[in-house]
Structure formats: structure tokens, C-alpha cells
């Protein structure tokens, strides 16, 4: 499988590395050697030129590439590139965009004809994940499957906690509501057995079904955490837009923004909505107390600097905040911030990275997220007729090494599995995937394998 990705930034260089580990034919375009020279450690081909240029596109060999992704930080740049590219033979094509208008579903034909066959917002991903975090003030991360059928939380433990120092096989055994799929200790991930215990100050990812998320709070011991009902927002960017429109109404939002104009820009944008912009700094302490700091459940740290948001975030929970959330594009920074025990971290880079990597999968995925902070991935694999996956219970198929099944939906309900569960065609199947291919898991869901 051969991709060619234009745009050697934040995202490009992301997916570059994620392709590498996977072993894929992957190769490298941008007009800046400087930023290619990163990539030198990677087995990934990167070549030096314009991303529209019809003539390096052919040698970057997009004439047989069954993916082009235009990632470069021009949208004009990624839709060309796309449309070029599809003309020249690639089988599908996913551009980067930063105009919230190309979403529209009205347009998606328009863009399917001229050749670009996905559109992607990172900042819209990024809302979307910010939003279910804030929804939950107790957890560190939420990812809803099929409308909430089943729920994956991540959560870190302390001694309020009625689950510690037992092994899982005393606590969630097949007749239980939730079913632990990962569990990050110090710097070691940990895919857990019926022996393993829970410790605390580990970050534990749960599956469950929606109706027990307050079962699941109440034994994580987090029952006394306030829900949020207001929002101070650090930086007035296209995520913090984004994310001020996508938040519940019954939450009251605030946004402080240094720059005087981006100020006036944010009050046209939210006009339609009750989200207060306060022009300030919102590093100052006396603002922030002025603003009712100590009044608020969540504060969210969008700036454009990761140092800044990791300062903030901390100076909000020593003003009382229980609920933070820091945006941290360099990824250096994400194992410090969460050891400073920042909450949750959002990085999106690796949300777009994800949802590009989807659709290199031959099985039918139909979402794709990767952890930072237990380095895994989570997929949801569609079960086709005659697959391996449908052909033994689980227990007795043979998942590589650093794979477990967290949870199916069937017909629209959500159940959690066991060892002893059986997948049917159909099945929408949550696989949890750390120090393994997601290549090497998909064989198990693609149609007519033979084995």
C-alpha cells in the first residue's frame, strides 16, 4: 500500500511516523528541506519540492498511490494538491482545510467531483473531544461509540477509589458493567489480566455501556466531583470557535483573549451564541478572580503555546478548578504535562492522524483513535461475513500479543465481551491495539480471509 503526503508539519510528519511503524509505503513532500530533515530516523522516502508541482507529484509516484493526503497549512495548496493527484491516478485523496463552510454535507458531492474525496478540520476534531471531556468533569478522556452505545473513559484513580488493590478478575468479571482495557502506570502501559490489580494514581481506560457511566463514577470514587456548568476558555483561536459553539447550552462559557481585534473577530463569530468574550491576559490572577475563578469547574488552555497552556492549567487548579484541559501541540511536552497531572490533554495532530490513518485499512473501520498516553490505538472494526473474528469465541482466536476486545454493538446495542463471547457478522467491534499492527488485528475482520 503506497500513501504520498503533502505537508511536512505537525500532522504530516505525525502520520509519516504512524505509516512507518505499520511498515507502509509512505512517502514525504514538502517545498522546506528543513522540515524534512526530521524524518531521517523514520523508513519513510521524502522528497524536496512543491506539492502542487505536476511533475514531482509523478515522481513521488502518486500516479499508483492508494492514498494522497494534502496537509501543508494552506488549504488552497491541499485542495490542489488533492485534485492533481486524483487526476493523476490516486485511488482516494484527503485534503486539510480551514474553513468550516467546506464541512457542510451539501458541499461533500461538490468536493467528491472535483477529486477530493475527504475534508479535514483538526480544530473541529479537537471541539469534539474537548466538549465530551467537559461533559464528564471526572474523567480525563471520553470517546462515545455509536451515539453512546458504548463508552470508552479514561480515568485516573485515587484513594477515594473502591476498586484499588484487587485483582480484576474479583472485579469485573463477565457478568459485570465495565471491562478495563488498559491501565498507564508511570511510564509502562499495561493491557491487564484477570490477575493484575489497580493502583493509585494509574490512568485506567474503562469500556462500558452508557447507562452505568454512574456506576462506574461512583466506584472510581468520583462522586464527589462538581459537574461543570462554567467554562473559562484561555485564547481565542479556531479550536477555542469551534469548541465555545460545540458546548452544551446549560454551560456557561467565557473566552479571554489578549489581541484587541481577534477580540471584535470572536464577538462576530459568537454572535449567535451566549459565550462572553473578555479581552485580557488569562495568565492574569487578578482577572481570572475577577472573572470568578473560583466559581468555575473547567478551565480550557488553548493558546498556541504548550508552555503557556501547562502554566495555566496548573495556576487554575490551585485556584480550586477541578476540571482542566490543555491543548499541547508538541508532543515532547504531553508525557510532562501529564505527569504534571494537567487532566486532559488534547493534541491535535494526532486526532487528525488518526482519522487520516482510517482509511488505509482494508477491514471496515469505521473509527480510529489513537492514546498518547499509553501509546495505543483504539479501533472500531466491522465484522465481515466469514471472518476469522466470527468463526471461534474470543478466547480461541489468537489476537496478536498487546490486543484486547473491549466491546461490540449489535443492532444498535451496546454489550461489553469475554472470553467466552461470540462476534457475528455485523458486529461493530471496539479493539484496543498497543505495541501491535493495526494491520496485523484488521486480517481478523476483513471478508473472506482464508486462513
Keep these: 500500500m503506497k500513501v504520498v503526503i503533502a505537508g511536512a508539519g505537525a500532522v504530516g510528519t505525525h502520520l509519516s511516523k504512524l505509516l512507518s511503524r505499520e511498515h507502509l509505503d509512505c512517502v514525504l513532500i514538502d517545498a522546506d528541506d528543513e522540515r524534512l530533515s526530521g524524518m531521517s530516523d523514520y523508513d519513510v522516502m521524502t522528497y524536496q519540492a512543491s506539492p502542487t508541482s505536476i511533475n514531482a507529484l509523478k515522481e ?9 493526503v494534502g496537509v501543508t497549512p494552506e488549504e ?50 479537537a471541539a469534539i473531544d474537548i466538549t465530551n471531556g467537559l ?4 474523567v480525563r478522556q471520553r470517546w462515545d461509540v455509536h451515539n453512546g452505545a458504548l463508552v470508552l473513559l479514561g480515568i485516573k484513580l485515587r484513594e477515594s477509589a473502591e476498586i484499588l488493590n484487587q485483582p ?55 462522586e464527589h466531583y462538581a ?58 490572577l487578578g482577572l481570572l478572580e475577577e472573572e470568578g475563578i473560583r466559581n468555575t469547574q473547567a478551565f480550557v488552555a488553548l493558546t498556541g503555546n504548550a508552555e503557556t497552556n501547562i502554566l495555566a492549567c496548573l495556576t487554575a487548579k490551585k485556584l480550586g478548578v477541578r476540571k482542566t484541559v490543555a491543548l499541547v501541540e508538541n508532543l515532547d511536552y504531553v508525557s510532562m504535562a501529564e505527569s504534571l497531572d494537567i487532566g486532559t490533554i488534547i493534541n491535535k495532530k494526532t486526532i487528525a492522524a488518526s482519522h487520516i490513518f482510517q482509511m488505509l485499512l482494508d477491514a471496515d473501520v469505521d473509527n480510529l483513535r489513537s492514546l498518547m498516553l499509553v ?26 500479543f498487546g490486543t484486547t476486545i473491549g466491546g461490540l454493538v449489535r443492532n444498535g446495542v451496546g454489550m461489553l465481551v469475554n472470553g467466552n463471547s461470540q462476534i457475528q457478522a455485523g458486529d461493530s467491534v471496539m479493539v484496543f491495539c498497543h505495541e501491535t499492527k493495526l494491520k496485523n488485528v484488521e486480517t481478523f475482520f476483513k471478508k473472506n480471509t482464508i486462513w
Design 60 to 68: 513521488a509516484g502518486v500516479t499508483n498511490a492508494d492514498l494522497f
Design 76 to 125: 488552497s495548496i491541499n485542495m490542489n494538491a488533492c485534485i492533481l493527484a486524483h487526476a493523476l491516478g490516486a485511488k482516494k485523496t484527503v485534503a486539510r482545510i480551514d474553513n468550516y463552510e467546506n464541512l457542510s454535507p451539501d458541499l461533500q458531492p461538490f468536493f467528491k467531483d472535483l477529486g477530493i474525496d475527504s475534508l479535514i478540520y483538526p480544530e473541529v476534531l
Design 135 to 138: 461533559k464528564l468533569s471526572w
Design 168 to 222: 480484576l478478575r474479583d472485579l469485573c468479571g463477565p457478568d459485570d458493567p465495565y471491562h478495563v482495557v488498559s491501565i498507564k502506570r508511570g511510564g509502562d502501559t499495561i493491557i491487564p489480566s484477570g490477575m493484575d490489580e489497580l493502583h493509585v494514581n494509574d490512568l485506567v481506560y474503562i469500556m462500558t455501556t452508557k447507562e452505568y457511566i454512574p456506576y462506574i463514577r461512583k466506584i472510581v470514587g468520583k
Design 227 to 284: 459537574d461543570v456548568k462554567n467554562v473559562i476558555i484561555m485564547g481565542g483561536g479556531k479550536t477555542a470557535v469551534r469548541a465555545a459553539l460545540a458546548i452544551p447550552n446549560y454551560m456557561n462559557v467565557k473566552i479571554i483573549e489578549k489581541d484587541i481585534q481577534r477580540c471584535e473577530r470572536l464577538n462576530e463569530l459568537l454572535e449567535q451564541d451566549e459565550t462572553m468574550v473578555i479581552h485580557g491576559d488569562g495568565r492574569d
Design 375 to 400: 501509546d495505543a490505538e483504539v479501533a472500531e472494526f466491522t465484522a465481515a461475513e466469514g471472518s476469522k473474528v466470527t468463526r471461534k469465541p474470543v478466547k480461541d482466536l489468537g489476537l496478536p
